[in-house]
């Protein structure tokens, strides 16, 4: 559904009253208001640089909210990026932006989408013009996207501070969804979480963790990056910050370093030790998933299982129960990390690996159909890199939610549907299809000349359909324990479609 903006960029949509003062933004379209940069916590600075986030100071008047707020990324995730998302300047930078098709309208009560960006945990923007909510706002679904800190800020350890800041966001941030999205027309007790790479990965954080308990009902996540430090490991990576900096690693250390010179190095200590920085072959992947690593994050600037906020392992809370009170819809891209490697593994090698492993002749042939498709084994490398960071976490969740007995409310999909700008479906090409805004800037760029507007609606309507009722009338994990929705010009099913992750998954699980 192209973004039609039916009205002068400015026209004022309503005045609605939030619990910190009231805000008036503008909008979009006959069915679209937006209202942007909303404050749901205290600027991060000062006495509060390096604690958990606490309420903002409240206004006077009326706070015009018709532009982004400042962003807590400063720099980009590099040079070139798939997704545009802006850095804004200005210390305010935990905001939320809502847009609403009913804004003042207690009686609404529409099912409420909050979206989480992706960047790593480093960086990452919800100021993207990928993440406007007007498509949603046109089935009747109100969207907000929010910030948190990243990397060391949000992430890193130190004496003195909580771990898991960038996290702590998260769930103030839905606590002030909790109040006050129904004076957008939204319904606090219809509200789902979703979110794409690292936000797909902290969407299922959120599900595991005792702190958010209660605050949505459903989970969907896209391209999810699962992998957890443990506290050992966190302590690790900001004492060796610290002596990078020549500071002592404690808050008041820490708080004696401007933020530009912890940007300038935090990259440079962002790994977890005992961990391989790359996955680029099967033997490589087969002793990561032998030696228990596949809970483990290979950068340190994570959510980490710190006993409060996440208190095992995803998978590991999943298992136990954690996530019992939601419904999850998850998945990947086929070829999320593409990418060539002259003088690789060969295709052979790699078959004669798995296969000593005990995974099936089925399950290896997705593997070696993928290769094939995208041209021949100097793309290897890139497709380990895909199970290893996407694959095999997602076929764990999917395991850990069945056997903990919600497997009948547990979805997967599979993205398929193949850019004409490069012949793949890599990381990212999902979300304007998600989101249903295949016009917004840069898209074609990603996806090629006219992409699939069929398709876009079929999966912006599935969506829809799961945040407005928390199911999908597609099979569950129950159904087809590596089934998944598979999208590649309509929405099919393919029961095998995660076979390879799923084996993969057994492998790890029994050493």
Not at 218 to 237: H, L, N, Q, R, Y
Request: aromatic share 10%; proline share 7%.
């Amino acid at each position: 559904m192209p973004q039609t903006f039916l009205y002068e960029p400015l026209t004022p949509a309503p005045v609605v009253q939030t619990t910190h003062g009231k805000v008036q933004g503008r909008w979009q379209n006959a069915t679209s208001a937006a209202y942007l940069g909303i404050p749901f916590a205290a600027a991060p600075f000062g006495e509060h640089r390096f604690t958990a986030p606490v309420d903002p100071e409240p206004w006077d008047g009326v706070r015009q909210t018709v532009d982004y707020g400042p962003t807590p990324q400063r720099r980009p995730f590099g040079d070139l990026v798939t997704i545009p998302e802006p850095s804004i300047p200005g210390e305010s930078v935990l905001n939320v932006n809502v847009f609403t098709p009913a804004p003042r309208d207690r009686s609404a009560k529409l099912p409420v989408l909050v979206w989480i960006h992706g960047g790593g945990w480093f960086a990452g923007s919800p100021a993207s013009p990928w993440y406007n909510g007007s498509t949603f706002n046109a089935r009747g679904i109100v969207t907000v996207t929010v910030s948190y800190r990243l990397g060391f800020d949000g992430f890193g350890w130190m004496e003195g501070a909580p771990l898991n800041r960038g996290t702590l966001d998260q769930i103030k941030a839905l606590e002030w969804v909790r109040s006050n999205i129904a004076a957008f027309g939204g319904d606090p007790d219809r509200v789902t979480i979703a979110g794409q790479s690292a936000g797909g990965g902290n969407v299922m954080v959120l599900a595991s963790s005792p702190k958010a308990r209660g605050l949505f009902r459903g989970v969907i996540s896209e391209s999810g990056s699962f992998g957890t430090p443990t506290v050992e490991d966190a302590m690790i990576g900001g004492r060796k910050l610290a002596e990078r900096l020549g500071v002592e690693p404690t808050i008041d250390g820490f708080r004696t370093i401007d933020h530009d010179t912890i940007l300038d190095n935090e990259r440079k200590t962002n790994h977890t030790e005992g961990v391989p920085s790359a996955v680029l072959d099967a033997d490589t992947l087969l002793g990561v998933l032998h030696d228990g690593l596949l809970d483990k994050s290979g950068m340190i600037y994570v959510p980490v299982v710190d006993g409060e906020v996440l208190t095992r392992p995803i998978a590991a809370s999943q298992t136990a129960g954690a996530g019992n009170d939601v419904s999850v819809l998850m998945g990947t891209t086929r070829n999320e990390m593409k990418f060539t490697m002259p003088n690789g593994p060969t295709l052979a090698d790699t078959i004669s690996a798995f296969k000593k492993a005990g995974l099936s002749d089925d399950a290896i042939g997705h593997f070696t159909a993928e290769i094939d498709k995208l041209g021949g084994e100097e793309y290897i490398p890139g497709q380990i890199m895909t199970t290893m960071t996407f694959y095999v976490g997602l076929a764990s969740i999917a395991n850990a939610r069945r056997m903990a007995g919600v497997g009948d409310r547990t979805w997967l999909y599979d993205f398929a549907q193949q850019s004409s700008a490069d012949n793949a479906c890599t990381h990212c090409a999902d979300i304007p299809y998600f989101f249903g805004n295949l016009d917004a800037v840069k898209v074609e760029q990603v996806l090629g000349h006219h992409p699939s507007q069929y398709l876009a609606s079929v999966m912006n309507g599935l969506w829809a359909e799961f945040i407005a009722t928390g199911r999908l009338s597609r099979p569950t994990v129950d159904d087809h324990p590596y089934g998944a929705i598979r999208l590649q010009g309509d929405a099919t099913y393919d029961p095998e479609a995660y076979r390879f992750g799923h084996e993969l998954a057994r492998y790890a699980a029994a050493q």
